[in-house]
């Protein structure tokens, strides 16, 4: 008897195709640590912030994939979250009033393109809505809180609590049975 073998036949690849992820990261910890090593040695502002925080930006901008929920609205969202923090580290080095603001213009427009994306491919997108969920939650509790505060509200942090309610109810109003299907298997209610 013989055996059809159903698998594909696995190509020879060189050294650098193989190992272009262990390469990567070898070199972005390399840098990391040359700069981190330099700025320690010379006086002045710690400008190896920027740059391992700016590593850490394209690491998760262009190499990372996780092994579960590895989607385009997944990658947004951890973008967003990524030059969002970045913004914020910029300003607590460079020194400014300015990351905070930047940052909240950053975070509605990445809001608005993955809502836009979200809501224009529903039927294969739905599975994939919790990220942009987790998203959509904090734009509105962190101006909720604001609010409750009595916090001076900028018109960016106004947009994004605006953005994400807004965003919220189109989900809601346009696919209405197919979103509080995946609200009951997501959240087990």
Not at 50 to 73: D, H, K, M, S
Not at 76 to 88: K, P, S, T
Request: net charge positive; aromatic share 14%; charged share 15%.
């Amino acid at each position: 008897m013989e055996v059809k073998v159903t698998y594909p036949v696995v190509k020879k690849k060189n050294f650098f195709v193989r190992n272009a992820y262990d390469l990567w990261r070898a070199l972005f910890t390399i840098v990391a640590y040359t700069c981190l090593i330099i700025d320690m040695l010379t006086p002045g502002i710690h400008w190896s912030l920027i740059v391992i925080g700016g590593l850490c930006v394209l690491w998760i901008a262009f190499l990372y994939r996780p092994q579960v929920e590895n989607t385009l609205i997944k990658k947004g969202c951890d973008v967003a979250a990524a030059v969002c923090l970045y913004q914020l580290l910029l300003e607590s080095v460079i020194g400014g009033n300015w990351g905070a603001f930047v940052a909240q213009i950053v975070f509605f427009s990445m809001l608005i393109l993955m809502g836009v994306y979200f809501l224009c491919y529903f039927r294969g997108e739905k599975r994939n809505f919790l990220p942009l969920f987790e998203l959509l939650v904090a734009g509105m509790v962190s101006t909720l809180i604001m609010l409750c505060c009595r916090i001076r509200l900028s018109w960016p942090m106004i947009v994004v609590g605006s953005v994400s309610l807004g965003i919220q109810l189109l989900m809601l109003i346009l696919y209405w049975k197919p979103m509080l299907h995946e609200y009951h298997k997501k959240f087990h209610v």
